[in-house]
């Protein structure tokens, strides 16, 4: 059977042989070496069977030889196929239009939706999704991935606290929470302040609550600097507490700035080797079927030296199922490496400004940093070692509840 | 001469395990039940009807009858006949 396996991508004719026993035609056919199957003899003139497209050429040169008559009934086969089809060109060209309209809209976004965020978030999300290019009727492959998106959205919208993108077919789906500053409870329970940490006391503004300390104090950690007692002092005390006059307590609300101080140790070395990106880039764009990439646009190859390599795959869809082609973008930076030789007073500027920034990061936006000296300093393989001193003016207050006694 | 060749091929099949339908250039029919005839080596068509099939071979032919025969494949040395066997005769010349 192995003979007639695949005829049908080569193409098979069905034969009519007519003459005086026609079988012997078809005997003379395989000893030639031409392959007949499916011989029927259909009365005693005639016999149909047939063979393989390619033999048709070897049968008429031996029909010649003989005085049978040969006709074809039946064509059969890939090759014909083709031919029909080719025949009928509008039909074929419409097909595949179709189906390349198809492929285009399963690439376009239809529909952006969100969710779970008030209008005026929605309606700053929509716009901020339409800088990136997510709207209805944009193609897909140009859309960075969900995870992009969400990352990116976080990134520029700081009212949000979350937010989930799915991609289902050809709608994305954002479902959003809203950043809820959390707004202390309206009734504070009575209570003071104390100090977090010791320092010297610059300014205070107390809005409720009865101050204890005074500028230019030095306080220690826990010490109370705000009382939520309101309306005496110790010697009041004695001489109300026999009046039995309720005690008014409140929540005590205030800043205390006071002046600390912080020692810290940092290492610079005095070589220092880095990348930057020069700005110089290339862009590649490619269509990927599997792992074969296939240049679309970008076919010369970078001049960079050192280069830093970003790609993005974007999956092309045919209505729900995913293709393995895929968009390919490839941007080539080009890199340098930088190599910094300091010098004593750059390593100790550097120092200085690295663990300034370092602070301010620990402590917060508000406090203001004023660098005072280097307490130490040492040298040793080629790096610095520096103890540095500052001084910051910064909140130490901290509420610290009342306890009723009830 | 035919004989004298003859005789050794059925010695050399006899003793030496040489299959026979090669040595001695007989046919090989393999049947499936009624089904099927699987006739390899025979020496040329001589009819092909319906009911009747008839193969030459080296010595004499070989007649097959039945009924609905089609001829499923047909190469230089070998026939695959479909249809309902009823017979199969040697027929020496």
Known sequence: MKQTQGVFFTGYVTIKVTGHHPELFFDLCARNGITVWNIRKVDNATCTGNVKLAHIRNIRALRRKTIYKLSFVNKKGLPFLTKMVMFRRPLVIGLILSMLFVFFLSNVVWDVKIKGVPLDIEKKITTQLQSYGIKPGAFKFNIGSPGDIQQKLLDDIPELLWVGVSEKGTTYHLEGVEKTTVEEKEKKGPRNLVATKEGEIVKMFVSKGQPIVKVHDVVHKGDLLVSGELGKSKEEEEDESKEQTAKELVAAEGEIIAKTWYETEVIIPLEANYEVLTGENKKKYYLGFGDFLLPVWGFFDHEFDQVYKESSQKNFHFLKWELPISFVKHNIQEKEFVNVERTNDEAKAEAIKQSTKDLQEKLGHEAEITFEKVLHETIDNGKVKLTLYFTVLEDIAKPQPLSQGD | ?93
């Open chain 2, 1 to 93: 001469m035919k004989k004298w060749q003859q005789r050794i091929g059925s010695w050399l099949s006899e003793h030496l395990e040489l299959p026979s339908d090669v040595v001695l250039e007989l046919p090989r029919i393999t049947t499936i039940g009624q089904l099927h005839a699987y006739i390899e080596n025979h020496r040329g068509l001589l009819l092909f009807s319906e009911n009747e099939l008839r193969l030459n071979m080296e010595y004499g032919y070989l007649k097959i009858t039945g009924k609905n025969f089609v001829l499923k494949m047909m190469l230089p040395e070998e026939i695959l006949l479909e249809g309902t066997i009823k017979e199969i005769v040697f027929i020496e010349e």
